[in-house]
């Protein structure tokens, strides 16, 4: 079947700090893959997708690479601030059906 | 960019009430869902629909219905709400992108409604 794995939280960091949320997922097709961002008291606001093998999407300082090979999908900032707070989920869609599968998504608090 | 607009951000109703959610996007997406999104569960897809007049299930159906009667705007209706309904409810819609499945989902505030 479909699915999205991604690491537990909460995390913590502190200002400049690096981060990376890992995210591994299984699939029955050959997916697209993206990450959302949630902040308090909104909806999800998608941060980035790649939609083939050995693409970057890269946002606002964020990157992910589809890493068919080890079918992952790992977020990645080099310096976070305190305006990344939020919730972060990684999802795939496959090109059959019209279904996101997400992740139950990780909390991230940079504090300064 | 994509509007995805809910009605209310914040709703109160009581047990037994019916309660209609509304979500309207000005995309001409073909494409609608609705989630709840629950703290520990994540998101779970209650409805969605492909066209006008058209739905199909999600994983979580039951206590739930929708309607679309115009390509823009799709409603959520609890027949007769009841507490364990009490939920953030998240809109969104997608667009057609041929076979590749890279079209992302553009989703809405949210509502947050309270059954007491």
């Known amino acids: 079947g479909n699915s999205v794995t991604q690491m537990e939280g909460p995390v913590t960091l502190s200002e400049e700090a690096f981060l990376t949320i890992n995210c591994t997922y299984t699939?029955?097709?050959?997916?697209?893959l993206f990450w959302y961002v949630q902040y308090p008291g909104e909806g999800l606001q998608l941060l980035l997708k790649a939609t083939k093998a050995d693409d970057k999407g890269s946002n606002k300082g964020f990157e992910a690479t589809y890493r068919k090979e080890t079918t992952s999908f790992h977020l990645e900032k080099g310096s976070v601030q305190v305006s990344d707070s939020a919730v972060y989920f990684c999802?795939?869609?496959?090109?059959?059906?019209?279904?996101?599968?997400f992740g139950t998504g990780t909390s991230l608090t940079v504090i300064p | 960019d994509v509007k995805v607009t809910q009605s209310s951000r914040y709703l109160v109703k009581r047990t037994g009430e019916k309660v209609f959610l509304e979500c309207v996007q000005d995309?001409?997406?073909?494409?609608m869902f609705w989630y709840r999104q629950d703290p520990g569960l994540g998101l779970r897809l209650i409805y969605f629909s492909y066209d006008v007049k058209m739905k199909e299930k999600g994983d979580i159906p039951e206590g739930y219905s929708v309607s679309r009667e115009k390509k823009e705007r799709f409603s959520l209706i609890l027949e007769s709400a009841s507490t364990n309904q009490t939920s953030m409810y998240l809109c969104?819609?997608?667009?057609?992108?041929?076979?590749?499945?890279?079209?992302?989902?553009?989703f809405g505030n949210g509502t947050r409604l309270t059954v007491t």
């Open positions: 699939a029955t097709g050959y997916p697209s």
């Open positions: 995309m001409d997406h073909e494409n």
């Open positions: 999802a795939l869609s496959v090109m059959t059906g019209n279904q996101f599968y």
């Open positions: 969104a819609s997608r667009g057609v992108s041929g076979n590749s499945g890279g079209s992302p989902l553009h």
